[in-house]
């Protein structure tokens, strides 16, 4: 580049200096593109929220509904007046809802997901190497409609022969998404326990540990802030998944008493509903509500992750 | 300090942002005006229920009327309205009347009628209940019997399956149904094919469909007051549980969606493919029904 640019001015030192060059001006372009593309990103981002936020508020600042009744109540009523001619906004069961099968989920598949991890990275790394993270990922990217009509048609007639009943339920629901989020926490164990570097395993060992006493007393310690980081962005997928849970759970808008009823989350109801009412109308903003909680759940999720990411339990040596 | 205020700058900004945005629904609804309804390309959006039904019709208008290209989509009946209401789509299909929809101005858009749609209730194959009375099914669906001993079935808990609330089949079953009562809280579908599927497959359910869905071996429909879902009983009013399919238009439907509306409400898909989908045609019916549910005869 450089000796073209010589050959082409008549004044090739003075040229060369003033004139920009083609690499700096691709630099520059480089550069404005991937800013401009930030922006973008910014402006997407800030838009989604403040579209989501102000719309989710109306019920509350048009709508006239009590914020507090909104979030306790519990009788969901949205079209059919009650005897007074009333409809009733209350959301508790499906925030119970929400939450019950996302913390279930993750404490049933935390320790499945951490023997696999240990597993692929202390016990058989090479054989977990080849064909288990494959397998984990492959499990990552399965679309969610997948899962739930295994549910819908494995999972749920199992239940009901089980245990009788309809088989719709939390428990049904549990079990979705643990399958659904046992790949995400496992992968992120694994690259928790690769964290923990060599000389951990190797000064345990040397200093008589089993490998129990390695694995339990040493490299799980210092992994527990990756672990912990791990099960969190499971439960926020396992908190946000719409559809495989909306084909299993039941979507009954009571407060479940019980792991088979039929019961529903947020996002059942949300995807259910959004189809059957019309912009503007109070049935509309509710859902737009229902779906603030959402978004702020998913925040407070991401604030837990970052929390647990700034401490780590790893110190890299060399006193 | 300073950081300090303009942290506190944008957060007060935030808020006011935030304030505004929510009282002022203009800002973030639907609410762009108009188009008017006499593209050569017409949209449809709304109701699932009649979605298969239009899209049949609109590929044998395509092929009759090479140049009118039509997309169908579905998104329900409270799209369809809000859709058409908006001006954005040319049709908004709806199972329910415009008025029957909260926040909906009946007053901006035009309803044509385009076929009848009977709803039945139907149960799993194991209830050999084949014949309920009104009050009946009435006390079923609002909780007050819960075992089919009670309606002579076999001893066996009654498993209530409704569609989501605010869906077009659940309100005209509910309007012809439950007369203002409120119905239990149970379990909720959101498509006719779900709750096909799930009265196929769960023992002692209970749900209703569209005439068009009631198939399958493991399910059967149920008699109600000793009268059966046919075309002749839906056209007298002996089968009191039907409504309409609405197209709702933008204003006076004109040009190409004006000749569409007329197409299907010809007797060439009428009698052919409204049939065969398991609607009635219009031009049978010997009574009229109005959005409050009133039955005059004509």
């Known amino acids: 580049m450089a000796r073209r640019n010589k050959k082409n001015s008549q004044d090739p030192i003075k040229e060369s200096l003033l004139r920009k060059s083609i690499s700096a001006k691709k630099d520059m372009f480089g550069r404005s593109l991937s800013l401009s593309a930030l922006i973008l990103i910014g402006v997407v981002v800030f838009s989604i929220f403040f579209f989501v936020l102000s719309r989710g508020l109306m019920a509350f600042t048009l709508d006239g509904i009590n914020p507090f009744k909104f979030i306790f109540g519990t009788v969901w009523n949205p079209t059919t007046p009650d005897s007074n001619g009333n409809l009733q906004f209350g959301a508790f069961p499906m925030i119970v809802g929400s939450f019950l099968v996302t913390l279930l989920s993750a404490l049933v598949a935390t320790p499945f997901a951490i023997a696999t991890a240990l597993f692929m990275v202390e016990l058989q790394s090479n054989w977990g190497k080849k064909i288990m993270h494959p397998v984990v990922e492959l499990l990552v990217g399965i679309p969610s409609v997948v899962y739930g009509f295994i549910g819908l048609t494995v999972v749920v007639p199992l239940l009901r022969k089980t245990f009788g009943g309809s088989g719709f339920g939390i428990l049904a629901g549990t079990i979705v998404l643990f399958v659904m989020i046992l790949p995400t926490i496992t992968s992120l164990t694994v690259d928790a326990l690769r964290n923990v570097p060599n000389h951990y395993r190797e000064l345990a060992l040397a200093i008589g540990a089993t490998r129990w006493q390695m694995i339990y007393k040493v490299i799980l310690r210092a992994a527990t802030p990756g672990i912990l980081t791990a099960v969190v962005f499971g439960m926020a997928r396992a908190f946000g998944e719409a559809l495989a849970v909306q084909m299993v759970v039941g979507n009954a808008p009571i407060m479940p008493n019980g792991l088979l009823e039929s019961a529903s989350t947020l996002t059942s109801i949300l995807t259910q509903g959004i189809g059957n009412t019309s912009d503007g109308s109070v049935q509309n903003d509710v859902l737009w509500t229902l779906a603030t909680l959402l978004l702020i759940m998913s925040l407070f999720f991401n604030l837990i992750i970052r929390f647990i990411g700034k401490r780590t339990n790893i110190t890299q040596g060399g006193h | ?126 209830i050999n209940v084949s014949n309920l009375s009104m009050k009946q099914l009435r006390d079923i669906f609002t909780g007050k019997i819960t075992n089919w001993k009670d309606v002579g079935g076999p001893d066996m808990a009654i498993t209530v399956v409704n569609r989501s609330s605010g869906s077009g089949t659940r309100t005209v079953f509910e309007d012809s149904v439950l007369k203002g009562e409120t119905a239990v809280k149970a379990q909720e579908q959101d498509s006719n094919g779900t709750v096909q599927k799930i009265i196929s497959s769960t023992p002692g359910s209970i749900s209703y469909l569209a005439s068009g869905y009631i198939s399958g071996k493991n399910l059967r429909a149920v008699k109600v007051d000793n009268v059966s879902l046919t075309t002749e009983n839906i056209e007298n009013n002996k089968w009191k549980i039907w409504g309409y399919e609405h197209m709702y238009t933008h204003g006076k439907a004109e040009g190409q969606t004006a000749s569409f509306i007329k197409y299907f409400k010809s007797k060439k898909v009428q009698n052919g493919i409204v049939k065969e989908l398991g609607y009635i045609p219009l031009a049978g019916m010997k009574v009229d029904k109005n959005s409050q549910g009133k039955v005059t005869s004509k």
Do not use: C, W
């Open chain 2, 1 to 126: 300090m300073k950081k300090n205020l303009i942290r506190i700058g944008i957060i007060l900004i935030a808020v006011l942002a935030l304030y505004y945005g929510s009282t002022h629904r203009g800002l973030t609804s639907n609410t762009v005006s108009s188009t008017h309804a006499t593209t050569k390309n017409i949209l449809i959006v709304g109701s699932t229920a009649l979605q298969p039904l239009v899209e049949k019709a609109s590929s044998m208008y395509e092929k009759e009327n090479p140049n009118t290209s039509i997309s169908v989509q579905g998104g329900g009946s409270g799209a369809g309205l809000t859709q058409v209401q908006a001006g954005s789509v040319q049709i908004g299909d709806s199972d329910i009347f415009a008025s029957q929809e909260e926040g909906i101005k009946p007053s901006k858009i035009v309803d044509h009628k385009v076929a009848v749609v009977g709803i039945a209730p139907v149960v799993n194959k194991d």
